[in-house]
Structure formats: C-alpha cells, structure tokens
C-alpha cells in the first residue's frame, strides 16, 4: 500500500496533467495492492 499526498490523489483521479506519465504510471501499477489516503484530506 501506498499513501497519497492530497494533492497527488487528485491530480492522479482527474488526470492532470501536472502528475507526470512516470508518477500516473508507478501508482496505476500498485492500484491492485492498495492506495491510501489520510482521512483528513478530504476535509482540504
């Protein structure tokens, strides 16, 4: 499992462009074993 800064987890939902191929790529690849995101982002 990985944990997502709040603002990598929208860019990655939304596809922005901003998250380079490289980073879309590593974090589609470990989608299958577990994305994290603290509670409290979305309070942000």
Do not use: A, C
Not at 15 to 20: A, E, K, N, S
């Amino acid at each position: 499992m990985i944990v997502l800064d709040t603002h990598i987890w929208v860019w990655w939902i939304h596809g922005d462009p901003r998250l380079t191929q490289d980073y879309y790529d590593y974090i589609q690849g470990l989608e299958t074993q577990g994305l994290g995101i603290r509670d409290n982002s979305f309070y942000k």
